[in-house]
């Protein structure tokens, strides 16, 4: 289901001058992962600026087809593309916010953040091999928890998907048999299941089917109320989806060295370390032939590092550290060229 984000411009509060150096309205598609996010801070950059955002939540793989035919300002995945990707098709990446993807179920009784898995017993799930919610791989996490002898029903992403790529990187790196059997994509070959559109095509089917587990980006099971799983971590503990979490496993990666911004936070060490985190990022053409439209763009995502931390916050996303975002703009005015010239001033705020 395509999420369309479009603010009428009637209320807009900005000064004449900073208006005109704006388009009206910029376009982009992609993700769905960052989508309660970019809503909430498109709505409050229109009121402030009077540009128009539209966002179409198509996917990860929907983005990455759209920017590179070129019909959207922008594209937006939660897969990075690897820098030779990156070169062949003439796009620059930057990431935007990092959030956790989190084991979501729709089981009488159990209560959010009642339940513990792991990653070896959920690949095993999601690939058909445990069937029951009483089996014994999950009784052994769950030694105080009343499981029902019921069959598992398995919701999995129907679209070409960047959370289903760190989910099934993430599967990949704690199974063998998941990674020899499966792999890691966008969009794989599942075994057991069915197929819902984008993080709240997944959330609809798991609150509507009984006994059914599912995979999405933590604000989606807080805004449709669903019962989540916490998970034993890569150190061996056992930790729930929070901000905090998110933040511990993003705490050693090193942008610095990431080239083309190329980094997977999945499995990351750490004692309060989420294992399913995840970067989200926007694609750009490097040779620039709506300089307005992406001028406007970076104008949007500079204003949000800079004003749009506590809405992010609100909804248990991590923002970047200005040590990040520095590194971004930077990449912003050595990448991005109109007629051969800079789009965005070296350590500039503004266009």
Do not use: C
Request: glycine share 10%; net charge negative.
């Amino acid at each position: 289901m395509a999420a369309v984000m479009a603010m009428s411009a009637a209320h807009a509060q900005s000064d004449a001058q900073s208006q005109d150096k704006l388009a009206k309205r910029i376009t982009g598609a992609g993700a769905s992962f960052p989508y309660p996010v970019y809503s909430k801070w498109a709505q409050t950059y229109q009121q402030k600026k009077g540009v128009q955002l539209n966002y179409q939540a198509i996917g990860s793989g929907g983005g990455i087809k759209q920017i590179e035919a070129n019909t959207v300002d922008f594209g937006a995945s939660d897969k990075p593309l690897k820098p030779a990707e990156l070169k062949q098709a003439g796009l620059m990446q930057f990431p935007t916010v990092m959030g956790g993807i989190v084991p979501i179920m729709n089981v009488e009784g159990l209560e959010p953040g009642q339940l513990v898995l792991d990653g070896p017993t959920l690949a095993q799930i999601f690939m058909g091999k445990i069937t029951k919610w009483n089996d014994d791989a999950i009784k052994k996490l769950n030694p105080d928890v009343d499981l029902p002898d019921a069959d598992i029903s398995v919701v999995h992403r129907s679209d070409g998907s960047g959370t289903t790529f760190n989910f099934t990187y993430y599967l990949a790196d704690v199974s063998d048999d998941w990674k020899n059997n499966i792999g890691v994509d966008a969009s794989v070959q599942w075994p057991a299941g069915t197929g819902g559109k984008g993080n709240q095509g997944v959330a609809n089917y798991v609150g509507q089917i009984q006994n059914s587990i599912g995979y999405v980006e933590y604000a989606y099971a807080l805004q449709n109320k669903l019962t989540y799983a916490k998970m034993k971590n890569k150190d061996g503990n056992v930790v729930a989806p929070s901000q905090e979490t998110f933040q511990a496993a993003a705490k050693g990666a090193d942008w610095q060295k990431a080239d083309g911004f190329y980094l997977i936070l999945a499995n990351q060490t750490g004692a309060k370390s989420w294992p399913m985190t995840a970067a989200t990022f926007i694609l750009l053409h490097t040779d620039v032939q709506k300089p307005q439209e992406i001028k406007t763009v970076l104008d949007f995502f500079n204003w949000a590092y800079a004003d749009g931390d506590q809405a992010a916050e609100k909804l248990d996303y991590v923002p970047f550290p200005d040590s990040v975002v520095k590194l971004i703009k930077t990449e912003w005015h050595d990448q991005l060229m109109a007629d051969g010239k800079p789009i965005w001033p070296m350590n500039g705020n503004s266009q």
